[in-house]
């Protein structure tokens, strides 16, 4: 008998199906929990530097203690170095591409790293090719890394020309390691799938990082500043909200498919750009907004929760960091990189081929007579 799926059925989309064991993350929706390598999302941002939230998710993937910050620290600046050499003859290609667009053919030049692990040479080259192509824009010349700085203040340094204040360097810190990892989303189970055929780490990151472009995964936090933009001030944001609303629109930063109570990212996020204290007519206008979204929300629609997710405050914090909308989504590869070569990894000691089965709902052949 041929098996048909409605358009409803959880197979579509695999909701709720697990396919990995993992001990890097779990997201408990209902109760808004993120648990990051045995630690609560907050716990976990407050304890790490880069290098060392690193350094844990790529020892929990081997099953092994992890490396010390410092000796990760020190591999990541190898790693931005040889990115840098390697990424020279690129350089001329990346006009006319889009951030998004430079960051994935930059990490395809890195492919056969000769000095460094495959999970330190491309996490090493992201801030590498992103600072690079966002110079470029600009008309300005890369700027070669520092090997013996951290690895995200060498970035910030990178594509600014100075050195970033500790306030700017603790916040993006924050923002890269609170993105590390988040379950079996999209782009994690594309690197796990592509680490299970035995192909490269490498090639596991670039696939993933292609996965992420898309608009239903990594795209929304620039809508968010978008939206911002067109309420304003504070005072319109209440009429503003409900007229998107009657016309069936959607606002930006709000729900999630995942969560059915609030983001547990947006607190941590939050807190962390009310310490970069951006203008307080930036700040005054979000909240005004999250407020003002979210009793409409609730009025609107009381039997499904709609809370604030991630993208709500990446968005306000990457623009108080004074980061071009277009690489927001590079920027949260920066981050995710980790999580992504972690999960290859873990995929690739498992060694198991993912092949999983499908239900077939065409047409059944029409038997001989």
Same mark, same amino acid.
């Given at each position: ?29 209902? #109760?808004? =929990?993120?648990? $990051?390598?045995? @630690?609560?999302?907050?716990? *976990? +941002?407050?304890?790490?530097? &880069?290098?060392? /939230? ?16 410092? #000796?990760? =620290?020190?591999? $990541?600046?190898? @790693?931005?170095?040889?990115? *840098? +050499?390697?990424?020279?003859? &690129?350089?001329? /290609? ?38 690079? /192509? ?101 005072e319109r944001a209440e009429s ?46 979000a909240r005004a907004v999250e ?79």
């Amino acid at each position: 008998m041929n098996t048909h799926l409605s358009s409803a059925s959880p197979l579509t989309g695999l909701e709720g199906i697990p396919a990995a064991e993992t001990a890097l993350s779990r997201v408990d929706g209902q #109760a808004g =929990r993120l648990i $990051l390598c045995g @630690a609560h999302l907050k716990d *976990f +941002t407050a304890a790490h530097t &880069f290098e060392s /939230a690193a350094a844990t998710f790529w020892g929990e993937a081997q099953a092994r203690p992890a490396e010390s910050a410092e #000796a990760v =620290r020190a591999a $990541l600046g190898r @790693a931005r170095e040889e990115a *840098f +050499t390697r990424l020279a003859p &690129f350089l001329p /290609a990346f006009e006319g591409l889009s951030t998004s667009e430079a960051l994935r053919l930059g990490l395809a030049a890195m492919k056969g790293s000769e000095k460094s692990a495959p999970h330190l040479a491309v996490t090493g080259a992201v801030p590498v090719i992103l600072a690079a /192509a966002l110079r470029l824009q600009e008309g300005k010349a890369p700027l070669a890394p520092d090997a013996g700085s951290g690895h995200v203040a060498d970035f910030l340094r990178m594509l600014t020309g100075e050195t970033p204040a500790p306030a700017r360097e603790e916040a993006l810190t924050t923002y890269l390691v609170t993105v590390m990892d988040h379950g079996m989303n999209a782009s994690t189970f594309t690197a796990r799938v592509i680490a299970s055929t035995q192909a490269g780490i490498d090639w596991a990151a670039l696939g993933a990082y292609a996965a992420l472009t898309g608009p239903l995964h990594g795209g929304a936090p620039e809508p968010v500043l978008n939206m911002l933009d067109a309420i304003g001030t504070p005072e319109r944001a209440e009429s503003w909200i409900a007229e998107a609303l009657g016309k069936g629109g959607r606002l930006m930063g709000f729900g999630h498919r995942i969560y059915k109570v609030r983001d547990p990212r947006a607190d941590v996020l939050k807190a962390a750009l009310e310490k970069l204290k951006p203008s307080g007519e930036k700040l005054a206008l979000a909240r005004a907004v999250e407020k003002a979204a979210l009793a409409a929300l609730k009025a609107r629609k009381p039997d499904r929760p709609l809370e604030t997710n991630v993208e709500f405050y990446t968005a306000m914090l990457l623009d108080g960091l004074a980061m071009p909308r277009s690489a927001f989504t590079p920027l949260f590869a920066m981050g995710r990189i980790v999580g992504w070569t972690a999960h290859a990894m873990e995929q690739q000691r498992i060694g198991r081929l993912i092949r999983p089965a499908s239900l077939y709902t065409g047409r059944e052949p029409e038997e001989a007579a």
